[in-house]
T-cell receptor
Framework: DAKTTQPPSMDCAEGRAANLPCNHS???????VYWYRQIHSQGPQYIIH???NNETNEMASLIITEDRKSSTLILPHATLRDTAVYYC?????????FGQGTELSVKP | NAGVTQTPKFQVLKTGQSMTLQCAQD?????MSWYRQDPGMGLRLIHY???????DQGEVPNGYNVSRSTTEDFPLRLLSAAPSQTSVYFC?????????FGPGTRLTVL
């Protein structure tokens, strides 16, 4: 399974867009990119996933580069409740392997 | 739907004791998995199951056993608890690429 690299922490002002990067340079053609977040030691929560194309849902947008070696999760209007650890995961063969994630702090 | 439920929420064991962490889901999901999370770290996959009667190892399976006799239940057994197994344990079930996590069990081994 491809490994991912994320910055350990980021800050974002409330109401602004939060852009969380992820590198996955060894990703294979059949591996999806997933994003989950974990708020204050709760169970992780699914956000979004994609293979090649950009994706958008009610929570976020996922931008995947053309070579698929990196991606960016975008929270368009971050709120204080978006403060969490965000995990970028590349999944294949049914297993999710979590990395260290990015701790996002949304500040007033 | 209750979703994914885990019991107990908290547990303290002595070294060498055995116990079973319970996990149940009422969503009829085939795929279930167990993770542990240590302070300041991400989740590490212990074991997973793609359906009743089928289980496989994850990243850190040593010291843990699982079985999957029904679609609903996926218990995790610690045969002889060790202080290194102090952690928060999360169970998850999956449907169409989305995993749903339980609230976790906080285990302390003294």
């Amino acid at each position: 399974d491809a490994k991912t690299t994320q910055p350990p922490s980021m800050d974002c002002a409330e109401g602004r867009a939060a852009n969380l990067p992820c590198n996955h340079s060894t990703i294979s053609g059949n591996e999806y990119v997933y994003w989950y977040r974990q708020i204050h030691s709760q169970g992780p929560q699914y956000i979004i996933h994609g293979l090649k194309n950009n994706e958008t849902n009610e929570m976020a947008s996922l931008i995947i580069t053309e070579d698929r070696k990196s991606s960016t999760l975008i929270l368009p209007h971050a709120t204080l409740r978006d403060t969490a650890v965000y995990y970028c995961i590349v999944r294949a063969r049914g297993k999710l392997i979590f990395g260290q994630g990015t701790e996002l702090s949304v500040k007033p | 739907n209750a979703g994914v439920t885990q019991t107990p929420k908290f547990q303290v064991l002595k070294t060498g004791q055995s116990m079973t962490l319970q996990c149940a889901q009422d969503m009829n999901h085939e795929y279930m998995s167990w993770y542990r999370q240590d302070p300041g770290m991400g989740l590490r996959l212990i074991h997973y199951s793609v359906g009743a009667g089928i289980t496989d190892q994850g990243e850190v399976p040593n010291g843990y056993n699982v079985s999957r006799s029904t679609t609903e239940d996926f218990p995790l057994r610690l045969l002889s608890a060790a202080p290194s197994q102090t952690s928060v344990y999360f169970c998850a079930s999956s449907y169409e690429d989305t995993q749903y996590f339980g609230p976790g069990t906080r285990l302390t081994v003294l």
